[in-house]
């Protein structure tokens, strides 16, 4: 950290030391029209080799100059050329600042605007400014020279975004302004995006590639032609779109994972998974022997992991008589291998009297992983004239996902005598999860009068998630002392070797109409809009599972070829698990009005959603209660949208919008399923969230990319969704997790944000910083000695922030850009405050994430035109996430039950992910 | 213009009070039932499938179906009178929402069973070979829901259970494999006096209940794993007389975790032997004998521990609740070293009693810190029981010796147990003193060791 701190100073030293003789010319080149800095024209003294670019805030300075007489040349493409004769003395320096006008002066606003270049910084700074919405962006561009491969990692960098990482390190989902993701909807393109999840909603982010998208919008408050059902936000990937003429990028880049540096990466044969299990291949009722399963992925191998390959491409044009056709194809190909190192202490489901943490487990878990993601889009569009066009989309995702996880489990309540002993199990998880989005929307934008617009959207979408035949191999030890200390050799046996299917499919057909009017009423233009949608979702869930178990006693373990091995339940266990199907049908409507009333405008209506939701589980109806069930409910949605503009760059927003969020598919089914700590069961008395939200922005765009945002919001949240542990209602005694609202006081959310981007010529620093207070109540088990002596568990309310919810995040990054050298560089860090990551169902025993900061580099560097090379690193200080329990470590120190790695100052680590640092580096081509 | 300004945000206001207050329903329209079968009569003509309840006639036989389950709908009760046979079918099962009673006698037991199956009681037979674990032919136990008020089993042969399910059990189940028995209402009573269980993938399981658990024989309880009676929270009550041999981890079990709802688990466990137990569990460390862990409390006393992979563990993590645990009076038995190492279990906080057999203080190392290791060396094969037939040291594997066939464990005159009980408590009698709908008898500590007394009482087999 400090080390760093000193690289940073140094950085700008170098960045603002200027060497000062001879005379200087500097300044800032505009837009005659709009005052709009120009960034990356070219400012020259003809017929020398002195000139420059100007920088992101529109200004250059050429400087070392000889006394005499020059003449300064602005162009900018698409721009008259501007000429000027200057006299230079001796340590002079000169200001010109210079307005230049665009080559046709017969262009209008809205065409200056389409005139952005998709995908640039401008366009996302004019969109953040002019949308109806509370948006922060993030343009393609900026994603270019970011250090992050997928969209989830580009999203923590946007103000309240923080991420939730997968085991390999791999930011996955997104919590918006300490909005859980059950809280916040995916978008593509404006269109709602199925998820591949087998019980919930919200859509893994890791599944994007970062290289297709235009621009990623997070959409913080919703008018009523969107979707309601976002209480923390919406994320909208808007996807590359024909431009106006040809362009061409691709890009190859190869890397490593320092973890897979320091040691091996474990693998096995793909073809070592049966695609489908042996009822699937058999038929219902077959009673599976073990030639039926493969003993492949129990036979890990153990090597240096390949390179990193990564490829994407884009080519896009117009074609036909007056460019009607328009068409773009992007792909992009990530093959990467990743390593991390966990330490997880496994807490005792239940707690000593007092509620003091008791451990049951210290695991040493290592993870190898390959992902290859594959994304692949293309939208053609047809104008059949300025007033009627209409484009098809496409786009298929695709995540593939083999990962070895290698856990090695020592029990710490059982015989243990000290450090290092104990009683060890190993497990070897070889898990291949295939995961795909799909979408192809059809979408019309017709103008059938001069101020009458109807566009509509057709959608089929498609999510799965396949994880066939993982397997785990269980083995078992002991680690015992003799009275001298002396390690007692045991031998390894051997336990089971379960595999498991589950496939999880989820698909959309729907439908967006919405009409546009605007007619002019005394003089002001009032935007009239109507529409509605329809949505049938299908979604189906299916698991099986068999557990190959050691046919006798104490079997020593060799190899899984040389194991001896029966089926304990041939039939195989599709009955207490998620075997479930789905279907939705959500019809909503809206009306809305706009208008400008000189400063303010107003834009305010109601949208009214529909849900009429089926389940039905694949068990006996008359022996499993709540086996089908159906629900229904209509929520009416008022928002009103205030955006007063106080001077030119500067608005005022206020906005009040009722959301809602509806619970996971399987949340409502009320039938238990066997879980891993807990068993679990739905809850069909489950109603959906709703939450009033009021947000405040001030917005000030200073000039050129430079932006201040300040805000507030207020969210009010009846009806949130938390776990509890239940046994009355249900009816296995063990205890069952289950979700439940809170009744009594709603969750209250609210917080303030930050966002600040300045450029000072080639540098520029852009910082967020998010506050955010939550607090919701629920109830808690206390384990407690009663006045009578005995040991009971009691209910005590709780008042806690959300899960997930950090109070302070924020982000800085400082960049340099050099259009002239063709330089870009950035380095960006981005903090997210402690959080809750497990909730226990006991009191004081939540296991807390501590803040952490990670600090990434990336730069790019052009080498000849059209061609640059970049290189990026990811996790620049090797920073590892550690979550701890807000309990003296003290009784974990010393003694028989001393646990190792205990760091922390006083409080018990019980969570330790280390996923090492991420080098890559590449070559791009871009023609546009 | 200002006004029409007002006006229009006037109308927006009145709008968004009208709409954000509106009041919302529920969103479940309904969610199905199961239809209720009404109790069937009984019969022995036909294989048995479905709901039930009256009498199992003395002496008759019946059969289930395979894959069939016997419902006892909640508020009946399904009699098993005296000398019923009644045959279980793979996957079967009996599933318990009112009460289930069997009546066996000392002279017309009944018998819970496969019919034709043959026991493998020899020693050179390893239980990955013995039907009594792996048999495709076991059936899947008598369960019982929350609503289950009373199971009572009287002298009655339990054998052969824990099958996998293979269609959705009628049932809550824990697991896709099912237990022995599964009792589960803290409320209720299970009793169990003078049965026997013998063969079983997996163990009994009570939830939560009231129970007495007297004079019984367990032989062969789980497969790789199990105890003999795990008792989670909210389990009260009495486990004592029972001879416990070749379950796979411990024969009697308290833990206080689990649901919140019920007392404190609160066992006596009093005068039972407890012979080769605890090696068939795969994961090491695990008990073999008998254990207190999590919170539950109680009194463990008069116990014969013979050749178990562990003597009397008192668990610290989470810990027993140790202010209200009395024990002693416990006579150990180990033919090895890595036996009498284990008397008290190495990393737990079992307190030695110097009313136990051997004294602590003859072998254990000065000054000894609980669950510290030390050397068992000098007790090995030392305080010999005295069993009438059973040969100590063990002349052949003693992991495989997990049935009584024609051992016989009552003590020989002489045996140090004799004589030097604790009967300065009184057992805790949970459960209704009846001849049908409760326990038949008590049976108090006794002045011997173990489960066999001198005089006659305790076991009666």
């Not at chain 1, 001896?564 to 939705?584: D, F, I, R």
């Not at chain 1, 296991?847 to 061609?867: G, M, N, P």
Request: a neutral charge; one cysteine or more.
């Amino acid at each position: 950290m400090q080390l760093l701190k000193g690289k940073v100073l140094l950085l700008f030293i170098l960045l603002f030391t200027v060497r000062g003789y001879s005379a200087t010319i500097k300044g800032i080149i505009s837009d005659k029209k709009t005052g709009e800095p120009i960034i990356g024209a070219i400012v020259v003294l003809t017929g020398t080799q002195f000139g420059n670019t100007t920088g992101l805030d529109g200004s250059y300075k050429i400087s070392e100059i000889p006394a005499g007489a020059y003449d300064l040349e602005v162009r900018f493409v698409s721009y008259e050329l501007f000429k000027m004769h200057v006299v230079l003395s001796e340590g002079q320096t000169l200001e010109i600042n210079q307005g230049i006008s665009q080559l046709s002066s017969t262009l209008n606003e809205v065409e200056i605007k389409s005139k952005m270049k998709n995908g640039s910084d401008e366009q996302a700074r004019n969109l953040e400014r002019t949308s109806d919405n509370l948006l922060n962006i993030i343009s393609a561009r900026t994603i270019d020279i970011l250090p992050d491969i997928t969209i989830a990692n580009v999203l923590q960098r946007v103000s309240g975004v923080t991420v939730q990482r997968s085991s390999n390190g791999e930011a996955r989902y997104v919590i918006i302004r300490g909005m859980d993701k059950r809280y916040n909807y995916t978008l593509v393109n404006g269109i709602k995006i199925p998820s591949s999840d087998d019980k919930m909603r919200y859509v893994p982010m890791d599944i994007f590639p970062a290289e297709l998208v235009d621009r990623v919008e997070v959409i913080k408050t919703i008018t009523p032609s969107m979707e309601g059902d976002a209480i923390g936000g919406a994320m909208n990937l808007v996807m590359k779109n024909a431009p106006d003429h040809l362009v061409a990028f691709a890009s190859a880049a190869t890397g490593y994972n320092q973890t897979l540096l320091d040691r091996n990466y474990q693998g096995f044969p793909k073809s070592g998974f049966n695609l489908k299990d042996p009822l699937q291949q058999h038929g219902v009722g077959y009673s599976a022997v073990l030639t039926d399963f493969q003993r492949r992925t129990g036979d890990f191998s153990s090597a240096k992991a390949p390179a990193n390959g990564l490829m994407s491409f884009t080519v896009g044009d117009r074609f036909l008589k007056g460019k009607k056709l328009g068409a773009v194809l992007s792909g992009s190909y990530q093959n990467t291998f990743k390593g991390s190192d966990d330490i997880f202490f496994l807490p005792s489901i239940q707690p000593s009297v007092n509620n003091d943490p008791a451990i049951t487990d210290l695991q040493v878990r290592k993870y190898s992983t390959q992902e290859t993601r594959t994304g692949l889009h293309s939208k053609i569009d047809y104008e059949f004239n300025p007033k009627n066009s209409i484009s098809l989309y496409a786009l298929y995702l695709q995540l593939n996902e083999l990962q070895m996880r290698d856990i090695t489990d020592t029990t710490v309540q059982i015989n243990r005598v000290g450090a290092g002993t104990g009683p060890v199990d190993f497990t070897q998880r070889a898990a291949f999860r295939k995961q795909a989005i799909e979408n192809l929307t059809l979408q019309g934008k017709h103008l059938l009068t001069d101020n009458l617009k109807l566009d509509y959207s057709l959608v089929y979408s498609k999510a799965s998630m396949d994880v066939p035949d993982m397997t785990e191999l269980h083995t078992t030890t002991n680690a015992a002392i003799d009275t001298l200390g002396k390690p007692i050799p045991a031998p390894v046996n051997f336990k089971s070797f379960k595999h498991s299917w589950e496939k999880t499919t989820d698909e959309d057909h729907a439908a967006y109409l919405n009409l546009t009017y605007k007619p002019t009423i005394a003089g002001k233009e009032i935007e009239f809009m109507a529409g509605g949608m329809y949505r049938n979702k299908n979604r189906n869930n299916y698991y099986n599972d068999y557990t190959l178990s050691s046919a006798t006693p104490n079997q020593p373990f060799t190899s899984i070829w040389a194991a001896n091995m029966t089926v304990t339940q041939p039939t195989g266990n599709t009955n207490s698990s998620l075997n479930y199907a789905v279907s939705e049908d959500i019809y909503a409507y809206y009306g809305q009005a706009k208008i400008q009333l000189e400063k303010l405008q107003v834009l305010g209506g109601i949208r009214v959603e529909n849900t009429h939701e089926k389940y039905a589980m694949n068990v006996d109806p008359n022996l499993v209660p709540g086996q089908n069930g159906e629900f229904k409910y209509t929520d009416v949605l008022p928002s009103i949208h205030l955006k007063y503009s106080l001077a030119e760059k500067q608005n005022l927003r206020f906005s009040y919008f009722e959301s809602i969020s509806r619970p996971g598919y399987f949340e409502i089914v009320p039938v238990t399923i066997i879980g891993e700590v807990y068993n679990e069961i739905g809850n069909d008395s489950l109603n959906h969230s709703v939450a009033h939200n009021f947000d405040l922005r001030y917005e000030w765009f200073p000039k050129g990319l430079d932006q201040l945002l300040v805000g507030a919001f207020y969210k009010n949240i009846t009806n949130p969704i938390e776990y509890e542990l239940v046994s009355e209602g249900s009816k296995v005694s063990a205890g069952e997790l289950q979700p439940r609202n809170v009744t009594g006081n709603p969750a209250i959310n609210y917080g303030a944000e930050i966002v600040a981007t300045k450029y000072f010529h080639k540098f520029g620093i852009s910082a967020n910083y998010t506050y955010t207070n939550s607090s919701v109540t629920t109830t808690k088990l206390s384990r407690i000695r009663d006045t009578s002596g005995q040991i009971q568990s009691v209910f005590v309310n709780v008042t806690r922030p959300l899960q997930g919810q950090s109070a302070h995040v924020a982000n800085l990054a400082l960049i340099y850009k050099d259009p002239k050298l063709g330089l870009d560089a950035h380095l960006s860090w981005a903090y997210t405050g402690r959080r809750i990551q497990f909730l226990s169902i006991y009191e004081g025993l939540d296991y807390w994430q501590r803040a952490t900061s990670f600090f990434d580099f990336s730069c790019e560097k052009r080498i000849v035109k059209h061609l640059s090379v970049y290189a990026k690193v990811n996790n620049l200080l090797n920073t590892s996430v550690i979550v701890e329990l807000m309990k003296s470590k003290d009784p974990f120190i010393t003694g028989t039950y001393q646990l190792p790695y205990q760091t922390l100052k006083s409080t018990t680590l019980v969570e330790k992910d280390s996923y090492g640092r991420n080098y890559l580096i590449g070559i791009r081509y871009k023609l546009d | 213009m200002k006004q029409f300004q007002l006006a229009a945000l006037a109308i927006l206001s009145s709008a968004l009070v009208l709409f954000s207050c509106q009041k919302r329903g529920n969103d479940v329209i309904f969610t199905s039932k199961p239809v209720i079968k009404a109790a069937q009569g009984i019969s022995d003509s036909v294989p048995l499938c479905g709901t039930y309840k009256g009498h199992m006639a003395a002496g008759k036989t019946y059969t289930v179906g395979p894959g069939c389950n016997i419902v006892v709908n909640v508020g009946d009760t399904l009699f098993m009178d005296a000398g019923v046979h009644l045959y279980m079918s793979p996957a079967s099962s009996i599933a318990v929402k009112g009460s289930f009673i069997s009546l066996g006698t000392i002279d017309s037991p009944n018998w819970i069973t496969v019919n034709g199956m043959l026991k493998t009681d020899n020693p050179s037979v390893n239980a990955g070979s013995d039907s009594a674990y792996t048999s495709k032919r076991l059936w899947c136990g008598i369960n019982c829901d929350t609503s289950c008020n009373l199971l009572v089993l009287k002298w009655t042969h339990i054998e052969y259970t824990s099958a996998s399910f293979t269609a959705t059990p009628p049932f809550p189940s824990l697991s896709g494999t099912s237990h022995a028995i599964l009792f589960q209402n803290s409320n209720g009573s299970f009793i169990m006096e003078d049965s026997w269980m013998y063969g079983s993938a997996d163990e009994v399981r009570v939830s939560n209940g009231k129970v007495c658990i007297m004079r019984n024989t367990i032989e062969k309880l789980g497969f790789t794993g199990g105890d003999g009676f795990n008792c989670k929270h909210g389990t009260v009550g009495d486990i004592a007389y029972n001879l416990f041999i070749g379950v796979a981890t411990n024969g009697s079990k308290a833990s206080d975790k689990g649901t919140y709802s019920g007392p404190q688990t609160n066992l006596n466990m009093y005068n039972n032997t407890y012979v080769n137990g605890g090696y068939r569990r795969s994961s090491a460390g695990r008990g073999g004998s008998l254990n207190y862990e999590e919170g539950s409390k109680g009194m463990a006393y008069n116990n014969i521990i013979v050749n178990c992979k562990y003597g009397l563990r008192i668990v610290n993590n989470p810990p027993a609740d140790t202010a209200h645990m009395k024990y002693g009076n416990t006579l150990s038995y180990g033919d090895s070293a890595n036996i009498t190492n284990q008397f008290y279990p190495q990393g737990y906080i079992t307190i030695p009693q110097p009313t136990d057999i051997p004294v602590p203080s003859s072998f254990l190392p000065s000054p000894y810190t609980l669950g510290q290791v030390y050397s068992g060396a000098s007790v090995v094969g030392a305080n010999n029981p005295m069993f009438v037939n059973y040969p100590l040291p063990a002349t052949q594997g003693i992991a495989n010796i997990a049935y009584v066939g024609s051992y016989n464990f009552r003590l020989k005159p002489g045996s140090p147990a004799l004589g030097v009980g604790y009967r300065g408590f009184s057992p805790m009698i949970a459960v209704p003193i009846d001849p049908v709908f409760g326990a038949t008898e008590v049976t108090p500590p006794g002045k011997d060791l173990g489960c066999y007394q001198s005089d006659g009482t305790g076991n009666k087999h």
